[in-house]
């Protein structure tokens, strides 16, 4: 099992889209070179001034490729600061180096962060042998000692757990994504399964009719041409949406006409008011299911996390392009933050299938407003 273990964090790929050199990364370098020279100025007892340069150097110029080139900035850093040390014991040079090198803390850190399972073992075996050598250059107590192992090796446990944490967070967020594809696939997957039933209903209606009633056929091929055309778009909509396999569910999916039935009375706290204007006619059936889906996890969420709320109010507004949701509660604005879990990312993902906005935060006055824009023929991206 040690084994497999020792194999598995060899093996790791470094993480995906490691961001590159930021504004706040010069600034770092900025602050910790303004830090170097007045060490340079103010201390005394520091080794020669070529040296104090070369390290500087190589600690500054590093940082700024520390997470797209995890080991090359260990390996330039911590190599040039070993060749420093080395010189030093070699030619017998009084004085110490700069605090600043600290900040060759931020290497170890990176490279447990960015780098691949076989660049942090490599990485960590050459900041190893540099905490060897400049013990030995600077002659530290046994404590000094210690407490610098144990700085770099807490700041490469720092990063690993980072890593991981934000791994596993990426995990949790893609299976919220997956699961709100795969319900909104099922939803789209009955409405297409309506629709090819009516459409056998009138095939079949106008065949019989079709020698007694020509004139009744013809009705019957208008209702068959307009289902199927419905039909194409939902399944246009099932191919741009990612489904798992799994069984169907055959119970009627919610929708619009669903969304009144979530309302409250005044006996139950929060109370629930709900209110449709505009036109709802020929809304797309998962358009529909999406404005109840949605409703729905805002009112719970309404529920379980906004303090103080008396009262949700619910208002979908149809026009002829797109429905709009909003949902405000009056709960109270302090300590007020985001639902735990990933509802909202559920939420954001089904508004997103269908082509729409979704967007949650505090309302400008008091409590929490959760609002989405759906187009009324629920287009996928």
């Given at each position: 099992?040690?084994?497999?273990?020792?194999?598995?964090?060899?093996?790791?790929?470094?993480?995906?889209?490691?961001?590159?050199?930021?504004?706040?990364?010069?600034?770092?370098?900025?602050?910790?070179?303004?830090?170097?020279?007045?060490?340079?100025?103010?201390?005394?007892?520091?080794?020669?001034?070529?040296?104090?340069?070369?390290?500087?150097?190589?600690?500054?110029?590093?940082?700024?490729?520390?997470?797209?080139?995890?080991?090359?900035?260990?390996?330039?850093?911590?190599?040039?600061?070993?060749?420093?040390?080395?010189?030093?014991?070699?030619?017998?040079?009084?004085?110490?180096?700069?605090?600043?090198?600290?900040?060759?803390?931020?290497?170890?850190?990176?490279?447990?962060?960015?780098?691949?399972?076989?660049?942090?073992?490599?990485?960590?075996?050459?900041i190893l042998l540099w905490l060897t050598i400049t013990?030995?250059?600077?002659?530290?107590?046994?404590?000094?000692?210690?407490?610098?192992?144990?700085?770099?090796?807490?700041?490469?446990?720092?990063?690993?757990?980072?890593?991981?944490?934000?791994?596993?967070?990426?995990?949790?967020?893609?299976?919220?994504?997956?699961?709100?594809?795969?319900?909104?696939?099922?939803?789209?997957?009955?409405?297409?399964?309506?629709?090819?039933?009516?459409?056998?209903?009138?095939?079949?209606?106008?065949?019989?009719?079709?020698?007694?009633?020509?004139?009744?056929?013809?009705?019957?091929?208008?209702?068959?041409?307009?289902?199927?055309?419905?039909?194409?778009?939902?399944?246009?909509?099932?191919?741009?949406?990612?489904?798992?396999?799994?069984?169907?569910?055959?119970?009627?999916?919610?929708?619009?006409?669903?969304?009144?039935?979530?309302?409250?009375?005044?006996?139950?706290?929060?109370?629930?008011?709900?209110?449709?204007?505009?036109?709802?006619?020929?809304?797309?059936?998962?358009?529909?299911?999406?404005?109840?889906?949605?409703?729905?996890?805002?009112?719970?969420?309404?529920?379980?996390?906004?303090?103080?709320?008396?009262?949700?109010?619910?208002?979908?507004?149809?026009?002829?392009?797109?429905?709009?949701?909003?949902?405000?509660?009056?709960?109270?604005?302090?300590?007020?933050?985001?639902?735990?879990?990933?509802?909202?990312?559920?939420?954001?993902?089904?508004?997103?299938?269908?082509?729409?906005?979704?967007?949650?935060?505090?309302?400008?006055?008091?409590?929490?407003?959760?609002?989405?824009?759906?187009?009324?023929?629920?287009?996928?991206?």
């Amino acid at each position: 099992m040690a084994t497999n273990a020792l194999h598995s964090l060899w093996a790791e790929p470094r993480p995906a889209n490691a961001p590159d050199r930021r504004p706040r990364d010069w600034a770092l370098v900025a602050v910790l070179a303004c830090w170097s020279l007045l060490e340079v100025v103010l201390r005394q007892g520091l080794a020669p001034r070529p040296l104090l340069l070369l390290a500087v150097f190589a600690v500054l110029g590093p940082l700024l490729w520390r997470r797209t080139h995890p080991l090359v900035a260990v390996a330039v850093s911590f190599g040039t600061l070993t060749i420093v040390d080395i010189v030093r014991i070699l030619t017998g040079s009084q004085g110490t180096l700069q605090n600043s090198i600290s900040a060759a803390l931020i290497l170890a850190y990176a490279l447990f962060r960015w780098g691949s399972g076989r660049e942090a073992a490599s990485g960590l075996g050459v900041i190893l042998l540099w905490l060897t050598i400049t013990n030995i250059a600077d002659s530290t107590s046994l404590a000094d000692s210690v407490a610098a192992y144990g700085f770099f090796l807490f700041a490469a446990a720092l990063g690993a757990a980072i890593r991981y944490h934000t791994k596993i967070l990426t995990r949790d967020i893609d299976q919220a994504k997956a699961r709100e594809r795969e319900q909104l696939a099922r939803e789209l997957h009955d409405t297409v399964a309506h629709h090819v039933s009516g459409i056998a209903i009138q095939a079949q209606a106008g065949r019989a009719v079709a020698a007694s009633h020509p004139e009744r056929a013809v009705e019957a091929l208008a209702v068959i041409e307009d289902a199927a055309t419905r039909t194409l778009t939902e399944l246009r909509a099932i191919v741009g949406v990612l489904r798992a396999t799994q069984d169907t569910e055959f119970a009627p999916q919610p929708g619009l006409a669903e969304v009144e039935q979530l309302a409250t009375d005044d006996r139950t706290r929060p109370c629930v008011e709900v209110t449709l204007f505009g036109e709802f006619d020929d809304l797309s059936p998962a358009v529909g299911a999406a404005i109840y889906r949605l409703a729905q996890e805002s009112i719970t969420n309404a529920r379980r996390h906004a303090r103080h709320a008396t009262q949700v109010t619910v208002a979908v507004t149809g026009d002829a392009d797109q429905v709009r949701l909003t949902i405000d509660d009056d709960g109270s604005a302090a300590g007020r933050r985001a639902p735990a879990g990933y509802g909202l990312v559920g939420m954001r993902e089904r508004a997103s299938l269908l082509g729409g906005t979704f967007h949650a935060g505090p309302a400008a006055e008091r409590g929490w407003r959760v609002e989405a824009v759906l187009p009324r023929t629920g287009t996928p991206r």
